[in-house]
């Protein structure tokens, strides 16, 4: 069982491993081979350690039962294993090739207890979970499939042999359909396929059904403000509305409130899926709303693909798919905006302003706080999402400057495209349903 199960991820000895041992160097990538290899320095040090080592993967094809077994074992490890116990991301894939990636864990347990192989016995018992061991011998190192009882049938011992670093960080290879989504259909057959587990789905679903299909005319402006928490995103899109006499909407839009806390507590496929629908019920009421004021949009679809990317994409921001990459583009059935902006502060500031806001904050955003790199990703994938890409504003000088500012740029905009922007009386009868 356990053999078959290793081999419907394709030919083990084609697959390159790479273990997230650091997250500010490149992760430490191997092949297997029958022939032995002495192990360089850099691997000396995951390899080289006293304690049991252990990989275990999951594999099988139903993906959100893949993303959620993945999940838990994430969860399990953290508060079951030892201090003296290191867990690192690991995963196996085959270079550049996309979805080829099996995610997992790498276990450096220096402890003195048996607890990470009484958890191991228990999520090996699942047929989606396949576990290996790692030995030395002198300079070498060879991998081989676990058994607790060392019983296992056709165990072949493998040896660890370093490998070049990856062109595409394998991050970056199941990115979409599984942390961004490019169209609706791909984000709705992911919840209709949870309606059993998630019952909320289908409420989410009906909410998407019951917008209407969208095209936008030659309507008023939508603008589109972007940027981490406490950037300024609420005080300038409040001042817009009242300076442009806007109506102002946000994605997530407000009728996906009461489903917000349940989804975020899903792994990042199904989670995902929920932001990017709501990314279309806010199109349908943008198509509404921009036909009798201007619109301006509280975060986005740049929103939902800046956070995914950055919390898949593991390690440095060298390892973000490259500029230009088509995970940055536009979907092609999305309302697209006439102007993205995107308020940046100094880390200081925003520090300053979070803390003066003293309000909670998402775990998302508490991780930010401690996760320096995290937040350089976000902000990097911000700049490079292209058509419409977004313009940079310094959100650091007063509220007030800082409208101005935004003002400006969207007046230039809208002159560039004939569009107007405009008075008080030119404002229609809004439909208050969908005003939020
Ligand atoms: N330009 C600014 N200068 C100084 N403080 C600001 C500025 N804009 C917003 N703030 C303050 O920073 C905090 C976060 O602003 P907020 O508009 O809630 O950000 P966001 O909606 O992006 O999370 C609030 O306390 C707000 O009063
Ligand atoms: N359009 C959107 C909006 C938010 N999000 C997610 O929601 C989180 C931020 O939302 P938030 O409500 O805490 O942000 P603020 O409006 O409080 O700054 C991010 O972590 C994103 O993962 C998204 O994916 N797409």
Not at 325 to 333: K, N
Request: glycine share 4%; proline share 6%; hydrophobic share 35%.
């Amino acid at each position: 069982m356990l053999k078959r199960a290793m081999f419907r991820w394709g030919q083990l000895c084609s697959r390159v491993f790479a273990v997230e041992f650091d997250l500010r160097t490149e992760p430490l990538y191997f092949t297997l081979s029958s022939n032995t290899q002495v192990l360089p320095h850099t691997h000396q040090q995951l390899f080289g350690d006293e304690g049991k080592l252990f990989s275990l993967h999951v594999h099988c094809d139903n993906r959100t039962e893949k993303a959620r077994t993945h999940a838990e074992i994430k969860h399990k490890l953290s508060v079951t294993l030892s201090r003296d116990c290191d867990v690192f991301e690991a995963s196996s894939f085959i270079p550049d090739v996309k979805n080829s990636v099996v995610k997992g864990f790498f276990i450096r347990d220096k402890s003195t207890t048996t607890l990470s192989e009484d958890m191991l016995k228990t999520l090996q018992q699942s047929k989606s979970v396949c576990v290996f061991s790692y030995k030395r011998e002198g300079q070498y190192c060879w991998q081989e499939l676990w058994s607790p009882v060392n019983q296992v049938e056709e165990s072949v011992r493998q040896y660890i042999t370093p490998a070049a670093a990856a062109e595409h960080h394998p991050s970056t290879l199941n990115i979409r359909n599984s942390d961004v989504f490019y169209c609706m259909k791909e984000a709705y057959e992911v919840l209709q396929e949870c309606t059993d587990i998630i019952p909320e789905s289908k409420e989410v679903l009906k909410l998407v059904d019951e917008q209407l299909e969208t095209s936008r005319g030659d309507g008023f402006p939508v603008v589109v403000i972007e940027g981490l928490d406490a950037t300024g995103k609420t005080t300038l899109t409040e001042a817009l509305r009242e300076s442009l006499n806007a109506t102002l909407l946000k994605s997530p839009p407000q009728c996906l409130a009461p489903f917000r806390q349940r989804f975020d507590s899903e792994p990042p496929l199904i989670r995902r899926a929920f932001y990017a629908l709501g990314n279309y019920i806010t199109a349908a009421h943008i198509g509404k709303e921009s036909l009798r004021a201007p619109v301006i949009l509280d975060r986005y679809w740049h929103s939902t693909a800046a956070y995914a990317i950055a919390t898949a994409v593991g390690g440095r921001v060298e390892n973000l798919p490259k500029p230009g990459s088509e995970l940055y583009q536009w979907p092609e059935d999305l309302l697209k905006p006439n102007l993205v902006l995107l308020l940046t502060v100094s880390p200081e500031e925003r520090l300053r302003r979070l803390r003066g806001r003293g309000q909670d904050k998402t775990v998302e955003e508490a991780e930010l706080e401690i996760n320096q790199l995290f937040r350089l990703k976000v902000e990097e994938a911000y700049k490079r999402i292209q058509n419409p890409a977004c313009i940079i504003v310094d959100a650091s000088p007063s509220p007030q400057k800082v409208l101005q500012q935004v003002l400006h740029l969207i007046r230039n905009k809208m002159s560039l495209v004939n569009n107007q922007l405009p008075t008080q009386q030119d404002k229609k009868p809004c439909n208050p349903s969908i005003h939020h």
